[in-house]
C-alpha cells in the first residue's frame, strides 16, 4: 500500500479548511486530528493537534457530511467521546461559532445543508423568558397560558378527551412581542423552541422549502413536548390562487407541505406550532380553519397602563434617577409598541451613561425621545439667516392652528434645532389621552395643523418654500382617507372606494375600481379638505399675526420653546370667527 506522508497543520488551518468544504475525512484520536483533503484539493493528509474539545466539532463534521471516525488509541486519556463531550473552552467558542455560521443563511456547507430546517433550537427554558417580561398585552398573555397548561398537563387533557391546539397564530404589529411571548410560552412551560422565520423556508430551488418544513416537523417530535415559532408566517403563508407566476412554484409547494405537516400531527403528541404575522389577511384560507392553526391571538400595542408596565419591565435593569416619571413617559408615548419602548428605555440609558451620569434622569429620557420621533441632533447643520427664519416661522404656525384645534392633542415644544435626516425643525405634539378614533372635526383640525407651517411661511413671506412637503404628503393622505375610506363627504356618502389590505402596516390601501366621474369627484373633494384647512390656517395666523412674530423672535434666540412658556404663550392664541364654521364642515 502506498504510504501517505502526514503534514502538519495549524489547527487554525483546519478550521477555514471545514469551513471551505475541502475536507474528505477526519480522524479524531486522543491527542491527534488527522484529516484528508478531497481528491480535487490534492487528497493530502494533514494532522493538527487536538485541543479540548467539545461536542460542537463532531455536530458540525457530521451536519457538513464530513465523514469522520473516533480512535480510541490512549483509554486512559481518552475515554474518549465522553471526555470530548464534558470539556470545555475555548474551543466550545470556535466552534460554536463554526456551527452558528453553518446554520445560519449561506455559512459553510449550505450546499450540503439545503434541504434541512436551519431551525434556531432553543433547549429546555433557555429561551430564558417568562411572562413576567412580557407586559401590556394581558389578554394574549391570558391565552397562551393556556397554552402552558396543554403542554405542562396534556394528559388532563387528553383523558377527559379533549383534542389540544395545533396552532396558535400571534397576529399584530411589528415590534409588539409576538415573539417574545412565544419565546415565554416555552420558557414557562420549559420545553424546548424551535424557531424559523418564513422566508427562512425559501429558497430559489424548488422542492427545498417544503423539504425544510419536513426536517422541521420531523425535528420537533423527536424532541416533544415542543414548540414550532415560525416568525413571519406569511412570507410561506401567502393566499394560493393569486399567484401571477402560475401555481405550482416553489412557495406554494411550501405552503402545501406545511398545511400537510400540520395535517400529519396531532396536538396530542406535545408539539405546538405558534405562527406570527402581521398581515394575516393574506393568509391563505387553509391555514386558518379549525385543525390548522385553530385559534388566533391579538397582540395588540398597549394602552397607557400597558406602557407603563413595558416601561417597568424595560428598566428593571437600569438605574433610575428619583425624578423619572413613567406615567409622563407613557403618557407621551401613544402609539409606541413594546420595541419601540424598549428602544427608548435604551437610548435613554446610552445617553445617561454617555453623560457620565449614575442614574438615567428625565432629561435623558425626554432627549431619547426626541431622538426616536425625530432623529438625531444636527447642530451642525448650518443654516443661511433666512432659512432659519423660514424654519422658525413654520414651526410656530404649526403650533398656533394646534393650539386651537380639538383632539386633546398638547402642543409639547417647539424647536428648530435640525435633527435627523430632513428635518430643519420640529413641533412636538403630545396627545393627553390614548385614543381609537378620530372625530370628524379632529380630522379637519388635524390637517389644518398640518397646512399651519405653509400658511405662515405665506403670510409673512408672501412666498412658500420647499420645507412643507412632508406636511402637504400626510394633509393630502389624510384627507383622502376621509373620501374614500372613512365615507365623511357629504357628496359621496359613506362608501369605501379604497379598502386597507394592510391592517398593521401602513401603506398597503389599495382603490377599487371607480367611474371617471367619481374618481373626479373624489380629487375634487381630497382638494377641497385640503383647501379648506389651508384657508383656516391662513385665518388663524393672521389673526395673530402680532404674536407669531414675537414668538418666532423669542424661537429664534432660544432654539426651543417649551413648557410654562410656551403654553402661556398659546393660550393667547385666538381663534378667529370662522374657524367654528370650518370645524363643522
Ligand atoms: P414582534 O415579534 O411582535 O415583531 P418582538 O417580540 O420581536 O416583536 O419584540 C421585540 C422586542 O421588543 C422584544 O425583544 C422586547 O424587548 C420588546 N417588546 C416588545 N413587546 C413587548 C412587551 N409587550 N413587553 C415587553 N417587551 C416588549
Given at each position: 500500500m502506498?504510504t501517505?506522508?502526514?503534514?502538519q497543520?495549524?489547527?487554525n488551518?483546519?478550521i477555514n479548511?471545514?469551513r471551505?468544504?475541502?475536507?474528505?475525512q477526519?480522524t479524531i484520536?486522543?491527542r491527534?486530528?488527522?484529516?484528508?483533503?478531497?481528491?480535487e484539493?490534492?487528497?493530502?493528509?494533514y494532522r493538527?493537534?487536538k485541543h479540548d474539545?467539545?461536542?460542537?466539532?463532531?455536530?458540525?463534521l457530521?451536519?457538513?457530511?464530513?465523514?469522520?471516525?473516533?480512535?480510541?488509541?490512549?483509554?486512559?486519556?481518552?475515554?474518549?467521546?465522553?471526555?470530548m463531550l464534558?470539556?470545555?473552552?475555548?474551543?466550545?467558542?470556535?466552534?460554536a461559532?463554526?456551527?452558528?455560521l453553518?446554520t445560519?443563511?449561506?455559512?459553510i456547507?449550505?450546499?450540503?445543508r439545503?434541504?434541512?430546517?436551519?431551525a434556531?433550537v432553543?433547549?429546555?427554558?433557555k429561551?430564558g423568558?417568562?411572562?413576567?417580561d412580557v407586559a401590556?398585552?394581558?389578554?394574549?398573555?391570558?391565552?397562551l397560558q393556556e397554552?402552558?397548561?396543554f403542554?405542562?398537563?396534556?394528559a388532563?387533557y387528553?383523558q377527559?378527551?379533549a383534542k389540544?391546539?395545533k396552532?396558535?397564530?400571534l397576529?399584530g404589529?411589528?415590534?409588539?412581542?409576538k415573539?417574545l411571548?412565544a419565546?415565554?410560552?416555552?420558557?414557562?412551560?420549559?420545553?424546548?423552541?424551535?424557531s424559523?422565520?418564513g422566508?427562512?423556508f425559501v429558497?430559489?430551488?424548488?422542492?427545498v422549502g417544503a423539504?425544510?418544513?419536513r426536517?422541521?416537523?420531523s425535528?420537533?417530535k423527536?424532541q416533544a413536548?415542543?414548540?414550532?415559532?415560525?416568525?413571519?408566517?406569511?412570507?410561506?403563508?401567502k393566499?394560493?390562487?393569486?399567484?401571477p407566476n402560475g401555481?405550482n412554484d416553489?412557495r406554494?409547494?411550501?405552503l402545501n407541505?406545511?398545511?400537510?405537516?400540520m395535517?400529519?400531527?396531532d396536538?396530542?403528541?406535545?408539539?405546538?406550532?405558534?405562527?406570527?404575522t402581521?398581515?394575516?389577511e393574506i393568509?391563505?384560507p387553509?391555514?386558518?380553519?379549525?385543525g390548522r392553526f385553530?385559534?388566533?391571538?391579538?397582540?395588540?400595542?398597549?394602552d397607557?397602563s400597558g406602557?407603563?408596565?413595558?416601561?417597568?419591565v424595560h428598566s428593571?435593569?437600569?438605574?433610575?434617577g428619583?425624578?423619572v416619571?413613567?406615567?409622563?413617559i407613557?403618557s407621551?408615548?401613544?402609539?409606541?409598541?413594546?420595541?419601540?419602548l424598549a428602544?427608548?428605555v435604551?437610548?435613554?440609558?446610552?445617553?445617561?451613561?454617555?453623560?457620565?451620569?449614575q442614574t438615567?434622569?428625565m432629561t435623558?429620557?425626554?432627549?431619547?425621545?426626541?431622538?426616536v420621533v425625530?432623529g438625531?441632533e444636527?447642530?451642525s447643520?448650518?443654516?443661511?439667516?433666512i432659512?432659519?427664519?423660514t424654519v422658525a416661522y413654520h414651526?410656530v404656525?404649526?403650533?398656533f392652528?394646534?393650539?386651537?384645534?380639538?383632539?386633546?392633542?398638547?402642543v409639547?415644544?417647539i424647536?428648530i434645532?435640525p435633527?435627523?435626516?430632513?428635518a430643519?425643525?420640529?413641533?412636538l405634539q403630545?396627545?393627553e389621552s390614548?385614543?381609537?378614533?378620530?372625530?370628524?372635526d379632529?380630522l379637519?383640525?388635524?390637517?389644518a395643523?398640518?397646512?399651519?407651517g405653509r400658511?405662515?411661511e405665506?403670510?409673512v413671506f408672501?412666498k412658500v418654500?420647499?420645507?412643507?412637503?412632508d406636511d402637504i404628503q400626510?394633509?393630502?393622505e389624510?384627507?383622502?382617507?376621509?373620501v374614500t375610506?372613512?365615507?365623511m363627504?357629504?357628496?359621496?356618502?359613506?362608501v369605501?372606494f379604497?379598502?386597507n389590505?394592510?391592517?398593521?402596516?401602513?401603506?398597503f390601501?389599495?382603490?377599487?375600481t371607480v367611474?371617471?366621474?367619481v374618481a373626479?369627484?373624489i380629487?375634487?373633494?381630497?382638494?377641497q379638505?385640503i383647501?379648506q384647512?389651508?384657508?383656516?390656517?391662513?385665518?388663524i395666523?393672521e389673526?395673530?399675526?402680532d404674536?407669531?412674530?414675537?414668538?418666532t423672535?423669542?424661537l429664534?434666540k432660544?432654539?426651543v420653546?417649551?413648557?410654562?412658556q410656551?403654553?402661556?404663550?398659546?393660550?393667547?392664541v385666538?381663534?378667529?370667527?370662522?374657524?367654528?364654521?370650518?370645524l363643522?364642515g
Open positions: 502506498k501517505q506522508t502526514i503534514s497543520a495549524t489547527y488551518t483546519f479548511e471545514i471551505a468544504n475541502k475536507i474528505q477526519v484520536k486522543s491527534w486530528i488527522e484529516y484528508q483533503l478531497k481528491a484539493f490534492g487528497g493530502q493528509r493538527t493537534q474539545s467539545d461536542e460542537n466539532l463532531i455536530s458540525v457530521s451536519r457538513q457530511n464530513i465523514e469522520f471516525s473516533l480512535v480510541n488509541d490512549n483509554s486512559e486519556s481518552t475515554n474518549s467521546l465522553v471526555a464534558l470539556s470545555s473552552g475555548l474551543l466550545i467558542g470556535a466552534f461559532w463554526l456551527a452558528k453553518s445560519e443563511n449561506g455559512g456547507g449550505v450546499g450540503m439545503m434541504g434541512k430546517s436551519n434556531r432553543y433547549k429546555k427554558s429561551t423568558i417568562s411572562f413576567a401590556g398585552v394581558d389578554e394574549a398573555k391570558q391565552e397554552v402552558v397548561d403542554l405542562q398537563n396534556g388532563k387528553r377527559i378527551g389540544i391546539p396552532g396558535v397564530l397576529v404589529s411589528p415590534g409588539t412581542g415573539t411571548l419565546k415565554a410560552v416555552a420558557g414557562e412551560a420549559g420545553v424546548p423552541f424551535l424559523m422565520s422566508s427562512e429558497e430559489l430551488y424548488v422542492g423539504s425544510r418544513v426536517d422541521l416537523f425535528q420537533a423527536r413536548p415542543c414548540i414550532i415559532f415560525i416568525d413571519e408566517l406569511d412570507a410561506i403563508g393566499s394560493r390562487g393569486n399567484n401555481g416553489e406554494e409547494q411550501t407541505q406545511l398545511l400537510t405537516e395535517d400529519g400531527f396536538g396530542n403528541e406535545g408539539v405546538i406550532l405558534i405562527a406570527a402581521n398581515r394575516p393568509l391563505d387553509a391555514l386558518r380553519r379549525p385553530d385559534r388566533q391571538v391579538l397582540v395588540d400595542r398597549p397607557k406602557r407603563i408596565e413595558i416601561l417597568k428593571r435593569k437600569v438605574v433610575l428619583e425624578n416619571d413613567l406615567t409622563e407613557a407621551q408615548t401613544g402609539g409606541f409598541a413594546g420595541a419601540d428602544n427608548l435604551n437610548e435613554a440609558a446610552l445617553l445617561a451613561a454617555r453623560n457620565n451620569g438615567v434622569l435623558d429620557f425626554n432627549e431619547a425621545f426626541e431622538r425625530a438625531l444636527k447642530r447643520r448650518v443654516l443661511t439667516p432659512e432659519r427664519q414651526e404656525g404649526h403650533a392652528v394646534g393650539a386651537l384645534m380639538p383632539g386633546g392633542n398638547k409639547a415644544k424647536s434645532v435633527r435627523g435626516l430632513g430643519l425643525g420640529y413641533t403630545t396627545p390614548d385614543r381609537f378614533l378620530m372625530l370628524e379632529e379637519r383640525g388635524k390637517i395643523t398640518l397646512l399651519g400658511a405662515a405665506k403670510a408672501n418654500s420647499t420645507g412643507a412637503s400626510k394633509a393630502t389624510l384627507a383622502e382617507k376621509a375610506e372613512y365615507g363627504s357629504k357628496d359621496l356618502g359613506p369605501a379604497a379598502k389590505e394592510g391592517q398593521f402596516l401602513e401603506g390601501t389599495s382603490r377599487r367611474g371617471v366621474e373626479g369627484e380629487d375634487r373633494l381630497v382638494k379638505n383647501e384647512g389651508y384657508e383656516i390656517a391662513l385665518k395666523i389673526f395673530n399675526r404674536l407669531l412674530d414675537s414668538t423672535q423669542t429664534l432660544n432654539e420653546l417649551e413648557g410654562e410656551l403654553q402661556t404663550i398659546l393660550s393667547l385666538k381663534a378667529p370667527e370662522e374657524l367654528k364654521t370650518f363643522q
